[in-house]
């Protein structure tokens, strides 16, 4: 689209509300639109990941899929684009990926080894792979 042109339009709806939170990332699945995540900052709070498998529904649900993480902001989050069940997420304690987040509680795994333990604000993934270096959660 041309941003400049008169012609193009932004068209927002809101499919969920998480008063008082700052929203870190929002992930949309390359391989399909309904399955989003989103990650949460500010200390103090229980929560900090939502994931959704029906986020263009009028009625779309997000879920909570915090599973075993601690209580801490998480900044960012992708997925997987060869296996979508696989999702990354970059914390301020490093990088933790989970092999099913449609699990009702996901199992999160850190990559301690192929990742320090430095605060992660951006993630991609590559093609049919997970993050495996720095280089791919800054």
């Given at each position: 689209?041309?941003?400049d042109?008169?012609a193009?339009a932004?068209?927002v709806?809101?499919?969920q509300?998480l008063?008082?939170r700052?929203?870190?990332?929002i992930?949309?699945?390359?391989?399909?639109n309904?399955?989003v995540?989103v990650?949460?900052?500010?200390?103090?709070?229980?929560?900090?990941v939502?994931?959704?498998?029906?986020?263009t529904s009028?009625?779309?649900?997000?879920?909570?899929k915090?599973?075993n993480?601690?209580n801490?902001?998480?900044y960012?989050?992708?997925?997987?684009?060869?296996?979508?069940?696989y999702a990354?997420?970059?914390t301020?304690?490093?990088i933790?990926?989970?092999?099913?987040?449609?699990?009702?509680?996901p199992?999160?795994?850190?990559?301690?080894n192929?990742?320090?333990?430095w605060?992660?604000w951006w993630c991609?993934?590559?093609q049919r792979?997970l993050?495996r270096s720095?280089r791919d959660?800054?």
């Amino acid at each position: 689209a041309d941003a400049d042109s008169s012609a193009t339009a932004v068209t927002v709806d809101m499919v969920q509300n998480l008063p008082g939170r700052n929203i870190t990332s929002i992930a949309v699945d390359p391989n399909n639109n309904d399955r989003v995540l989103v990650t949460c900052g500010n200390y103090g709070n229980s929560n900090y990941v939502y994931y959704s498998s029906n986020a263009t529904s009028t009625s779309a649900n997000f879920l909570v899929k915090d599973g075993n993480l601690g209580n801490f902001p998480v900044y960012a989050a992708t997925f997987d684009k060869g296996n979508s069940a696989y999702a990354i997420i970059g914390t301020e304690f490093g990088i933790f990926s989970t092999e099913n987040i449609n699990m009702a509680s996901p199992q999160w795994g850190g990559l301690a080894n192929e990742s320090p333990h430095w605060e992660h604000w951006w993630c991609r993934s590559g093609q049919r792979r997970l993050p495996r270096s720095p280089r791919d959660c800054l």
